[in-house]
């Protein structure tokens, strides 16, 4: 058996710190915003190079966040991706503004520049992209589109703690970064979890208030907030996985490069790495014409498989706009008719790899 993910492998690797670490937290008692979410968060923005980072309850209220602190709303235009786990573009429905699909680029699955520049209306206020799969966005192509017109970058980093553009980590240089402690992410927790990054001291005043019911000093609410704080356990176990997110990226860069070996001369493609910047490979995706064939032997082999994502963000029914047709974005519909990931984590041995590929090349004949 060969799960998606192993967080089992990860623990017991860890075990020993991860329960001291715990067993501390319970023995002081200290649940909510104490030190260890204090120590994290200055160790967070440390290891990012932001000036703010603001830990919440998870990647989805990152976002929420995030458009809230930037004074998005009803009437605004939020130029995203299709292709993305839906909580990019529900957190813009949150605050009331529109979600404007594009297409995304058919070899790094990221929103498509081009495509973004020729959506731009006078009610686009920003552009969202996501970092898919841990690859970095090409952020220089839409810094430079964002200056132009006056609109705020806000990213989603879900996927891409640790992946950076020559050494600027995403979600470091522009409004806000928005990452996600999921337990399967990267950097994950054990249970959800959220950051939102920013170098505006305001705005991280504003975070700060948003995701404690609005208020500074206890009992005074400057504004509707919420309850969107992380946990002292949830930030405990960070802490002790944040000084390994180095050593674990590499590793996943490793799984990626002996895939690419063993998969070479198959009829699949492998990912493309543009080289904008450096992948961290949350998710390992190919490209196949024979998705449901490879799918049935990894099930029979017991081999964890996942198609993400099988239905772009535009054709659900959640997005639906009955007075327009869905617009035609073929890329990510050619993409999620196609895409399908393999077992990837820091932990995943070459002989494990080799297997996946064995099965892979016999279901292929
Ligand atoms: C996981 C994920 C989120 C949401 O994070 P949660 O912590 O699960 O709320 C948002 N965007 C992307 C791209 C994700 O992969």
Do not use: W
């Amino acid at each position: 058996m060969i799960p998606m993910v192993d967080l089992q492998r990860q623990y017991h690797d860890l075990r020993g710190e991860i329960d001291a670490a715990i067993a501390e937290v319970l023995e002081s008692t200290r649940f909510i915003l104490g030190p260890n979410v204090q120590a994290l968060e200055s160790e967070l923005a440390e290891y990012l190079g932001v000036t703010h980072a603001v830990t919440c309850a998870s990647g989805t209220d990152a976002l929420h966040l995030a458009l809230r602190a930037a004074d998005l709303g009803p009437g605004d235009e939020i130029i995203t991706t299709p292709f993305t786990f839906i909580a990019t573009a529900e957190a813009i429905r949150y605050v009331g503004a529109e979600p404007v699909f594009v297409d995304i680029d058919p070899r790094t699955f990221n929103i498509d520049p081009e495509a973004v520049a020729a959506a731009i209306t006078p009610r686009t206020r920003a552009i969202l992209p996501v970092h898919l799969f841990g690859q970095p966005a090409d952020m220089p192509a839409l810094t430079r589109l964002a200056e132009d017109h006056l609109l705020l970058l806000i990213e989603d980093c879900a996927q891409s703690f640790g992946a950076h553009i020559s050494g600027v980590q995403t979600g470091s240089a522009t409004a806000f970064g928005c990452f996600s402690f999921f337990p399967s992410k990267n950097l994950g927790g054990y249970g959800d979890g959220g950051l939102v990054t920013t170098n505006c001291t305001p705005a991280a005043e504003r975070l700060l208030k948003l995701r404690n019911h609005g208020s500074k000093v206890r009992y005074h609410h400057d504004e509707i907030g919420y309850n969107s704080r992380l946990d002292e356990i949830q930030a405990a176990i960070l802490r002790v996985k944040l000084k390994r997110i180095d050593e674990f990226n590499q590793a996943r860069r490793r799984v990626a490069a002996r895939y690419a070996e063993v998969l070479e001369d198959l009829d699949v493609e492998i990912p493309y790495e543009d080289g904008i910047g450096v992948h961290v490979y949350h998710q390992y995706t190919v490209l196949t014409d024979h998705r449901e064939a490879i799918m049935k032997a990894l099930q029979a082999a017991d081999i964890g498989h996942a198609v993400y994502y099988p239905i772009p963000l535009h054709r659900q029914a959640a997005f639906d706009r009955r007075e327009k047709a869905p617009p035609s974005l073929p890329v990510s519909e050619s993409v999620a008719a196609r895409c399908l990931s393999l077992p990837v984590f820091p932990e995943l041995e070459d002989a494990q790899i080799d297997f996946i590929g064995e099965r892979i090349r016999a279901a292929l004949g």
